[in-house]
């Protein structure tokens, strides 16, 4: 693994440097600063002990049985918190189905639209990409999971509504399908349920906000379910057909990658299922709170009691270790602050240690905002899978 430091590190360190200015004066600003009445109790709700582990199952040196002993019990809880029991208890006898569309033939690749039936009554649409011409070898394969975009699986995929949309689109690099299938990827770009149109609950009388992704986690949890337990699941499911279906992929090269709600994604599917290889969130790896307490996520992507029994997000992202992890942050991106970001980053570097695989996690900050940085995560991705 020697390699990806190497790599990475080449690329990034004109963007890291220029960046080291601001990040110091974000080190001296408070990102949110609470009136002074709920202030302290935040902060009492919020505060890790002074050994800095919150949860009864965060990661600790001394954990009975070692390293993966601990993985064995977070994974066994964040399964359950998640309510993944109850969507496999609710589908037994479901099996996932899928029906492929028509194929297009583009610059260098095909794309071919498809539905997944994940549960009885949920379809999840999804888009498959393939490089043109025979490979010498199986193809990595890279599932791209986005975030707060009703047409996020679209414009991941290169499927713009106009012309404007497809500008807007490239100026953020945010196509990762068509990035990773002209690399040689074979790709699949699902709608992440609750979050694109095509997967909506529609908030009725606008009760909950006029928000879908939080009347998604209503329903959810009323049924001793998570949104993102949900969104889980959706990407096991197109997975296990993917490692049956698709004959030209390399089952040992599976790369899952997301920005903003797509990086919440990856970190939790990452953390429970092993058959990714490597894995990639964007803008979105961080602790759930402050420590004044500001929560960082939507409320889509809570996940009840996590923090008491798990700790942190960086615990969860810790269950990915061995296994190759990025995390990519934004100087300018609004959403999450340097501060934290570096603690919960320094948390993740140190499990990973444990771990005996320091040099599989890797942390960079990109220049700009809430994006994604292909310039830092694909030398990453190629370096992990040996391209």
């Given at each position: 693994?020697?390699t990806?430091c190497q790599c990475v590190?080449?690329?990034v360190?004109?963007g890291?440097?220029?960046g080291?200015?601001a990040a110091q004066?974000d080190?001296?600003?408070?990102?949110?600063?609470?009136?002074?009445r709920?202030a302290?109790?935040?902060?009492?709700l919020?505060?890790?002990?002074?050994n800095?582990?919150?949860?009864?199952?965060?990661?600790?040196?001394d954990?009975?049985?070692?390293?993966?002993?601990w993985?064995?019990?977070?994974?066994k809880?964040l399964h359950?918190?998640l309510?993944?029991n109850?969507?496999?208890?609710?589908?037994?006898?479901?099996?996932?189905?899928v029906?492929?569309?028509h194929?297009t033939?583009?610059?260098?690749y095909t794309?071919q639209?498809a539905d997944i039936?994940?549960e009885?009554?949920?379809?999840?649409?999804f888009w498959l990409l393939?490089?043109?011409g025979q490979?010498?070898q199986p193809?990595p394969l890279?599932i791209?999971a986005?975030?707060h975009d009703?047409?996020?699986?679209?414009s991941?995929?290169g499927v713009?509504?106009?012309e404007?949309?497809?500008?807007k689109t490239l100026?953020r690099d945010g196509?990762?399908?068509?990035q990773?299938v002209?690399?040689?990827f074979v790709?699949?770009?699902p709608?992440?349920?609750g979050?694109?149109?095509?997967?909506?609950?529609p908030?009725?009388k606008?009760?909950?906000g006029?928000?879908p992704?939080?009347a998604?986690?209503?329903?959810?949890l009323?049924?001793?379910r998570?949104?993102?337990g949900?969104?889980?699941?959706?990407?096991?499911?197109?997975?296990d057909?993917a490692l049956?279906?698709?004959?030209?992929?390399d089952?040992?090269?599976?790369?899952?990658?997301?920005?903003s709600?797509g990086?919440?994604l990856?970190v939790?599917a990452?953390?429970?299922d092993e058959?990714?290889?490597?894995?990639?969130?964007s803008?979105?790896?961080?602790?759930?709170t402050s420590?004044?307490?500001?929560?960082?996520?939507?409320?889509?992507?809570?996940?009840?009691?996590?923090q008491?029994k798990?700790?942190?997000?960086?615990?969860?992202?810790?269950?990915?270790?061995?296994r190759?992890l990025?995390?990519?942050h934004?100087?300018?991106?609004?959403?999450?602050?340097?501060p934290?970001?570096?603690?919960?980053m320094?948390r993740?570097?140190s499990?990973?240690?444990s771990?005996?695989?320091p040099?599989?996690?890797?942390?960079e900050w990109?220049?700009?905002g809430?994006?994604?940085y292909?310039?830092?995560?694909?030398p990453f991705i190629e370096?992990?899978?040996g391209?």
């Amino acid at each position: 693994m020697k390699t990806i430091c190497q790599c990475v590190l080449v690329l990034v360190t004109a963007g890291t440097l220029t960046g080291n200015a601001a990040a110091q004066s974000d080190l001296q600003k408070a990102f949110v600063k609470y009136p002074d009445r709920p202030a302290p109790y935040l902060r009492r709700l919020h505060a890790k002990p002074p050994n800095g582990m919150k949860g009864t199952l965060s990661f600790r040196r001394d954990f009975p049985g070692g390293f993966a002993a601990w993985q064995d019990a977070a994974r066994k809880e964040l399964h359950l918190l998640l309510g993944l029991n109850r969507i496999r208890e609710a589908t037994q006898g479901h099996n996932s189905t899928v029906q492929l569309g028509h194929v297009t033939a583009e610059d260098g690749y095909t794309r071919q639209r498809a539905d997944i039936q994940t549960e009885p009554n949920v379809t999840i649409p999804f888009w498959l990409l393939r490089p043109v011409g025979q490979a010498s070898q199986p193809r990595p394969l890279a599932i791209c999971a986005h975030g707060h975009d009703s047409d996020g699986w679209n414009s991941y995929a290169g499927v713009y509504k106009d012309e404007a949309h497809r500008d807007k689109t490239l100026a953020r690099d945010g196509d990762p399908g068509v990035q990773a299938v002209r690399r040689g990827f074979v790709v699949l770009v699902p709608a992440t349920r609750g979050l694109a149109e095509a997967t909506h609950i529609p908030d009725l009388k606008r009760r909950h906000g006029d928000r879908p992704c939080r009347a998604q986690l209503i329903h959810c949890l009323l049924a001793g379910r998570t949104a993102v337990g949900e969104r889980v699941w959706d990407v096991q499911r197109l997975l296990d057909w993917a490692l049956v279906e698709l004959k030209d992929i390399d089952r040992q090269r599976v790369v899952l990658l997301g920005n903003s709600g797509g990086g919440v994604l990856t970190v939790y599917a990452a953390a429970l299922d092993e058959r990714i290889t490597v894995a990639v969130p964007s803008c979105s790896f961080s602790s759930f709170t402050s420590e004044s307490g500001f929560i960082f996520h939507c409320d889509c992507c809570l996940v009840p009691s996590a923090q008491v029994k798990l700790g942190d997000m960086t615990d969860i992202g810790g269950l990915t270790a061995p296994r190759p992890l990025l995390a990519v942050h934004g100087h300018k991106d609004g959403l999450h602050s340097y501060p934290d970001v570096e603690r919960a980053m320094a948390r993740v570097r140190s499990i990973y240690q444990s771990a005996g695989a320091p040099d599989r996690f890797r942390h960079e900050w990109g220049a700009e905002g809430h994006k994604f940085y292909p310039a830092i995560m694909w030398p990453f991705i190629e370096a992990a899978l040996g391209l």
